[in-house]
């Protein structure tokens, strides 16, 4: 680059206008890195839990407080980029046509900076790890204790359908579920792989071909909600979806006993 | 740069990309687009549990090769594969009973999903199958499903599915025709508000190493197809 | 320090303004100052029968091989049954890759070889593309510069058809039961375009750049193993028609992670599929080799690994990263195709296989694939930062081991793509903390980025701003997906839209953007022209706006629910699908004027000075058009290449090289006029 020519006074002039501007820097990128903060952390608050809609279970209780919180512990460390990176373009961007003229200061590196970043940075990670663990075991227990209620579900190309081993065979091509009433869903495919996926109870897992995955949940909210295929499977993959109806206990008897089971 | 020339060479360019993807996107959907629509035909009405409703008639055929059908006089470019007839766009009225009667003139074996060889959503569960009443078939003498279903949010529930037994492989080819007698098979059933639907076939009756869904079961306007209720 | 200096420590006097068009190929004016002082023997008469090879002869080959191959297999298997008609598309594709690479002049020399004639230097001389004006894009060259354009070509051919079919599929989308596409066109428009963009933004860096930069950024004339460059190069080109062909046959109908037993079951546009992932795997470990070998080696002297510069290291991560990674995706298409054509029940669950099987192995591959896109582009920024910011790279070492972390972790994490799988749940637990682990390294980049901006000189180019398009689209793309790394979470989101948005925020969103910002540094050195930056700005707001708006209403319908690769959706997700159309539109028409800026400006725009940005790696030390042989002194590297702001005047960070060999005096010292290449703006 041009060489510049300073002389010794402008150099310390220099340097001195440097602190105070250096000082002044990180107070303006605190700052704004704290509004930044704070808009992601109201972002995480209201908005991912929000667009997933009212839960219909403890798991997909538990999946929607996992979105808003490690929403909530991402504003801050996205904040600290986002507020340089703003800051840095309102303040120490070059205007003019060419080239800038000089060089920036020979900051090689900053002990400290890069400490506190890899610690912080960790520590966040062994927190999302401790937190999965934990949401990882309540739902890995969540429906099979109390006696839990066996649903066959089998995906067919595009078509889902369910029987019910323990209400005498009852088929149905929609899922009726008692309330409050934990159940285990053994889940088959006849052909290639579908994931079963009830939406709204924070439930998947893939329906293979010979092979029977599980999955469990305890419904607890009475309504209709979409169950869907989340693993492509061919032509009609987008119209393999059906209803869960979850209702009261005498309801689901009712059911059962209108067709031909038996409660 | 001239900054003219800049602004008509970007919008040339701009323009030459929307066309380029235009002309594609009309190439495919001619390759893809379904068949005229088949609607119901309205005849008077009709008692059922929902109070008295009008009542539509469709009539379909299943067709062992795509001689027949809506593939043009060749069989069109897979004149071998099983099909649907006479389209596969349909079109039924709303909140009323809508009666189809298919003519199933093709062969099959043992189905891979048994839960399809009962039916299913009919008027009293059942359909009529050359004047006998039937509420299934033999898993092992299936030809043809016709199953309705779709995604149930924001429209009213509507599955039905329907088994259509096998034409025997020996039967002799009916005079006058290209195919031995059909079985004909009739159902009822309600349909709610308007809504799109799909339906397909679930006897696995297409192309393909595995399974046998590809092929004529994997293309729409053979083995599946679409279902309005307006 | 104006590289005029350096280059005049270097020995190396430009005698004239290069104001020709370098695509006339009349840009070897040092070559050809070579040959008339003697310095070397001229190409006449090299080449033997690669003078009568080239694209037109490769197609030729391939059509005829093709055609013989049909002719043979539909002859002998005479059956309709669907096994049969795989074994023929995939004797043709075969026949088609072979015939194309021996049309093009790929077995040539080996051949001479085994007759015993080595090549002369004449031959080699052809063989680089010496006086053959724009020809030598359409042949067998080797010269990594040539290769590197090549590779942009493709690069861009690639990203334009996958583009189409993404704004096909938009349209499709941009209201419920929209009746547009059909759902079969539909899902093999998706696996198409998936497929598509995965190569094309598997190669955008270290194709392009990693061949034609890179080589002059380590300070060398050549890549290792030239003809190898260009072997990787064809077998691309011969592979992206057997891809192409898949439309043609039926289609992709499984997406582009071609999932076994949906694999199975497909029309023979698998075969075209898996035909051209086996070819692109081969190419790919071809050049994997020869990159990593070429940086091993062939660094200049003095350019120890710290003093290597930082995109090198993205470079080779990248590609060290894809040599064990590809395979297994080579492997698991082999296997798909010994299922399809002779019932080997690999995937099969009924006859003893297991759809897990080629789970494991896809994404063995899949997920390390992830981060062979993105490295390089997220480094290829961090190499420019510095030039933009005027400031040395941060943290230097922190930014290698952050590569190292990375790419180290990548290849444990694949099995958080089947948490949802029923596979081993057991370890579903593992498979969470490696795959948080590496948000750990990842955030090493960002601080070096930071680092670097902090207090600099920030002079906002295209390519300057990509950073801080990268610097947003990366970090929501990377929190993103720590909620899939978390398994609970991952169970309401697997397969969903969300999904979707997340790695188009990090392959787009850091990697396209990263590879848009490589091209808008890089072009003037590789065309001698300078991308328009007014035009540059357009395209960039265009498409940064409009993929936000596309990709933010893809996380909202995803979390609403709405699963992926769906060509019709319940009106309940239509808000969120006609904004992300919307913004889909922007993005295409952005791409389609930087497409416009890149021809216009290689046709017409200014010629650029030899180092127009003031940057100090290797590569802005040559002349435009850089010489055959790049160097005609080759350098000796003294310090790293980031030394902004230290010492007045700065020191030099190389020198010319006394004992580099084949140093022809091109003029005699004092003649001619120095051109001062940082005087003024290039614009």
Redesign the interface.
């Known amino acids: 680059?041009?060489?510049?020519t300073i002389t010794t006074s402008m150099d310390h002039m220099a340097t001195r206008t440097r602190g105070f501007s250096?000082r002044r820097?990180v107070r303006q990128v605190v700052a704004l890195w704290a509004v930044l903060t704070v808009l992601g952390v109201v972002f995480g608050l209201f908005v991912?839990a929000r667009?997933?809609?009212p839960p219909a279970s403890p798991?997909?209780r538990?999946?929607e407080d996992?979105?808003t919180v490690?929403?909530v512990a991402?504003a801050p460390?996205?904040a600290?980029?986002?507020a340089?990176?703003l800051y840095?373009?309102l303040v120490?961007?070059?205007k003019g046509?060419?080239?800038?003229e000089?060089?920036?200061?020979?900051?090689?590196?900053?002990r400290p900076?890069?400490v506190l970043?890899?610690l912080l940075?960790?520590v966040?990670?062994v927190f999302?790890?401790v937190?999965?663990?934990a949401?990882?075991g309540s739902?890995a227990t969540a429906g099979s204790r109390n006696n839990p209620m066996v649903v066959n579900v089998?995906g067919?190309?595009?078509?889902w359908?369910f029987d019910y081993p323990d209400k005498g065979g009852v088929?149905s091509?929609?899922l009726y579920l008692p309330v409050d009433q934990p159940v285990v869903f053994h889940?088959r495919s006849?052909?290639?792989?579908h994931?079963f996926?009830v939406?709204?109870m924070?439930?998947?897992?893939?329906a293979?071909?010979?092979?029977v995955?599980?999955?469990s949940v305890v419904p607890n909210k009475l309504g209709?909600f979409?169950i869907?295929?989340?693993?492509?499977?061919?032509?009609?993959?987008?119209?393999m979806?059906?209803?869960a109806h979850v209702v009261s206990g005498a309801g689901f008897t009712q059911w059962l006993q209108a067709h031909g089971g038996h409660a | 740069m001239d900054a003219r020339r800049t602004l008509t060479g970007g919008a040339l360019t701009v323009l030459g990309g929307a066309l380029v993807v235009t002309l594609t996107g009309i190439v495919l959907h001619r390759d893809g687009a379904e068949a005229a629509a088949l609607s119901a035909t309205v005849k008077g009405t009709a008692a059922t549990s929902r109070g008295v409703l009008p009542h539509a008639f469709l009539k379909l055929a299943t067709y062992p090769d795509s001689m027949a059908g809506a593939h043009g006089p060749g069989g069109g470019v897979h004149p071998d594969w099983v099909t649907y007839g006479p389209t596969s766009a349909l079109k039924v009225p709303a909140h009323s009973l809508v009666t189809i009667t298919i003519d199933q003139y093709d062969g099959g074996e043992t189905i891979t999903n048994p839960y399809f060889a009962t039916v299913r959503g009919t008027v009293g569960g059942t359909m009529t199958v050359d004047g006998k009443t039937l509420t299934k078939t033999s898993p092992d003498a299936v030809g043809h499903t016709f199953t309705i279903h779709a995604a149930p949010s924001n429209q009213d529930p509507l599955f039905v599915s329907v088994p259509l037994p096998a034409v025997a492989e020996d039967a002799p080819v009916a005079p006058n025709s290209d195919y031995p007698a059909p079985h004909v098979v009739t159902f009822s059933f309600i349909t709610g508000g308007p809504g799109e639907y799909v339906w397909n076939c679930e006897y696995p009756c297409g192309d393909g190493y595995y399974a046998k869904f590809g092929g004529a079961m994997s293309s729409r306007g053979y083995m599946s197809g679409t279902f309005t209720v307006s | 320090m104006s590289s005029a200096e350096l280059a005049s420590r270097s020995g190396c006097k430009r005698t004239e303004v290069m104001h020709d068009d370098c695509r006339t190929g009349k840009g070897d004016t040092m070559s050809e100052a070579m040959v008339k002082h003697g310095a070397l023997p001229t190409a006449e008469g090299g080449g033997g029968s690669m003078r009568h090879l080239n694209a037109l002869t490769a197609v030729a080959g391939g059509v005829a091989l093709a055609a013989l191959g049909w002719l043979i297999s539909h002859h002998f298997m005479q059956t309709d049954d669907p096994e049969t008609s795989d074994q023929v598309v995939l004797i043709t594709l075969g026949c088609w890759a072979v015939g194309f690479m021996a049309g093009i002049g790929a077995f040539a020399g080996p051949f001479r070889w085994l007759l015993g004639n080595d090549l002369t230097h004449a031959d080699e001389m052809h063989l680089a593309g010496k006086d053959q004006g724009v020809g030598r894009y359409f042949r067998f060259t080797t010269d990594h510069k040539v290769v590197g354009v090549q590779y942009l070509i493709v690069t861009m051919v690639l990203l334009a058809v996958g583009g189409t079919l993404a704004m096909l599929m938009r349209t499709n989308l941009i209201v419920p039961h929209s009746n547009f596409l059909g759902p079969q066109t539909y899902n093999s428009l998706v696996g198409l375009h998936g497929i598509i963009m995965v190569i094309a933004t598997i190669i955008m860096v270290t194709g392009p750049f990693g061949n034609f930069i890179l080589p002059i950024m380590i300070g060398a004339r050549d890549m290792a193993f030239p003809r190898l460059n260009a072997l990787s190069l064809w077998l691309l080109v011969a592979a992206v028609p057997v891809l192409l062909s898949a439309g043609f046959m039926g289609g992709i109908p499984t997406g582009w992670s071609a999932y076994a037993p949906l694999a199975d079951q497909a029309t023979p546009g698998m075969d075209g599929y898996l035909m051209a992932i086996v070819i692109f795997a081969i190419s790919s470990a071809v050049a994997g080799a020869n990159i990593t070998t070429t940086v091993l080696t062939m660094r200049a002297r003095g350019m120890t690994w710290t003093r290597t510069p930082i995109f090198v290291y993205g470079v080779v991560a990248s590609v060290g990263l894809a040599l064990p990674a590809l395979p297994m995706f080579m492997a698991a298409q082999v296997e798909l195709a010994v299922d399809r054509t002779m019932e080997g029940q690999f995937f099969i669950a009924s006859g003893g296989g297991s759809p897990w099987l080629y789970q494991n192995l896809f994404w063995l591959f899949g997920h390390p694939e992830v981060y062979v896109i993105v490295i390089p582009a997220v480094v290829a920024l961090m190499e420019l930062t510095p030039v933009f910011a005027r400031k040395p790279l941060y943290n230097f070492n922190a930014a290698v081991l952050g590569i190292v972390g990375i790419v180290g972790l990548s290849i444990m994490v694949w099995a958080h793509h089947m948490y949802a799988s029923g596979w081993a749940p057991d370890l579903n637990g593992p498979f969470m903390l490696t795959t948080e682990m590496i948000s750990v390294p990842t955030g090493v980049l960002f601080l070096v980025v930071i680092g670097t901006i902090w207090r600099g000189r920030i002079w906002t180019t295209v390519a300057m701003m990509s950073v801080y398009a990268m610097l947003w689209n990366f970090i929501i793309g990377g929190v993103t997906g720590i909620y899939l790394s978390d398994v609970p979470a991952d169970y309401a989101l697997h397969g969903s839209m969300f999904v979707t948005a997340h790695f188009h925020y990090t392959l787009m969103g850091a990697g396209l953007t990263g590879a848009i910002g490589a091209l808008y540094y890089w072009f003037p050195k590789m065309t001698g022209r300078m991308l328009s930056e007014r035009v540059g700005f357009v395209s960039f707001w265009l498409v940064q706006i409009g993929f936000n708006v596309t990709f933010l209403g893809m996380f909202a319908v995803g979390l609403a629910g709405q699963p992926r690769r769906v060509f019709t959706y319940p009106h309940m997700f239509a808000t969120g699908n006609f904004i992300s159309t919307i913004g889909a539109y922007f993005i295409g028409i952005g791409m389609l004027i930087t497409l416009y800026n890149v021809i216009s400006s290689w046709r017409s725009g200014l010629v650029a000075p030899a180092n127009p940005w003031g940057g100090k790696t290797l590569e802005w030390a040559v002349p435009n058009p850089i010489p055959l042989a790049n160097f005609e002194v080759l350098p000796v590297v003294i310090s790293d290449a980031y030394g902004y702001g230290e010492g007045d005047p700065q020191p030099p960070h190389w020198r010319a090289d006394p004992h580099s060999p084949a140093t022809p005096e091109l003029v005699p010292a004092g003649a001619g006029t120095t051109i001062s290449d940082t005087e003024g703006s290039p614009q």
């Open positions: 680059m041009r060489p510049m250096r820097d991912p667009l997933m809609g798991t997909m538990g999946i996992t979105m490690f929403s991402a460390v996205a600290v980029v986002w340089v990176a840095s373009l120490w961007r070059h046509a060419g080239p800038p000089t060089d920036g200061p020979a900051l090689r590196t900053s900076a890069a970043w890899i940075s960790s966040l990670c999302l790890l937190w999965g663990l949401e990882m739902v089998t067919n190309q595009w078509v359908t088929q091509d929609q889940v006849k052909d290639v792989i994931s996926w939406v709204k924070g439930i998947k897992v893939d293979n071909p010979w092979e995955t599980q999955t209709t979409d869907r295929c989340a693993e492509l499977c061919g032509l009609l993959h987008a119209d979806e059906t209803s």
